[in-house]
């Protein structure tokens, strides 16, 4: 089946861009909002498998965006959320991955204009995947490593990077591949990371998430 997509921005032009792209690769464009109450009406009338939205929305610019994707969180949680910023905001990431666990992503806006790379994120987060930009992980990656950083903090730098690479979206094979390292040595630093982090393996839980959410909150 296709995946249907709603788009939100109050950009009339980048919609038009995102709808042309995408209907190129051959997604359906279930509907296009320039504002969050039209994207609430929009989603809850074509009931699509993501949407695409802007954080940023009239009438005040500040997180109108945010605040209906979460609302669509809670009331469709198998709908699959992209948002797209202007900023590097790292509390809007937490934000909204803390309301679920799998298809959701965050990039920035200039990420769009890495065609490729955009469309593998679409396509991750549309297969239940995360896809957080890499600048938003190379912020937090800088910020100096403090006590208070339970489980961060005994990381290795080996396993901070592979961490890091994980809050992208890259699989296990991704990262052994970016990393020249043996896919057995990346599952093992995995291991590690959920061990120090405290995530043990439960069923309905995506430990992957909630590594990345301990790296963003600290």
Do not use: W
Request: charged share 30%; with cysteine.
């Amino acid at each position: 089946m296709t995946d249907r997509i709603v788009l939100a921005d109050d950009s009339l032009l980048l919609r038009a861009g995102l709808e042309r792209l995408l209907a190129a690769e051959g997604f359906e464009i279930a509907g296009s909002a320039g504002d969050a109450d039209e994207l609430l009406r929009c989603v809850a009338k074509e009931r699509p498998d993501a949407v695409i939205v802007d954080i940023r929305m009239p009438p005040t610019f500040t997180d109108e965006g945010l605040r209906a994707a979460l609302r669509l969180r809670r009331e469709e949680p198998g709908l699959a959320i992209l948002l797209l910023s202007q900023y590097i905001e790292t509390r809007d990431v937490v934000t909204i991955l803390e309301q679920g666990e799998a298809g959701v992503g965050y990039l920035l806006k200039d990420r769009i204009t890495d065609i490729d790379r955009f469309l593998a994120d679409v396509r991750r987060v549309l297969a239940g995947g995360t896809a957080i930009d890499p600048l938003v992980v190379e912020r937090v990656m800088r910020r100096p490593r403090r006590r208070a950083d339970e489980g961060i903090g005994a990381l290795s730098e080996r396993e901070r990077e592979i961490l890091a690479l994980m809050a992208e979206g890259l699989s296990n094979v991704a990262v052994s591949e970016r990393l020249f390292l043996a896919e057995r040595t990346v599952e093992a630093h995995i291991r590690s990371i959920f061990l120090k982090l405290g995530l043990p393996a439960l069923p309905d839980t995506n430990r992957r998430v909630l590594a990345v959410l301990s790296l963003l909150r600290a």
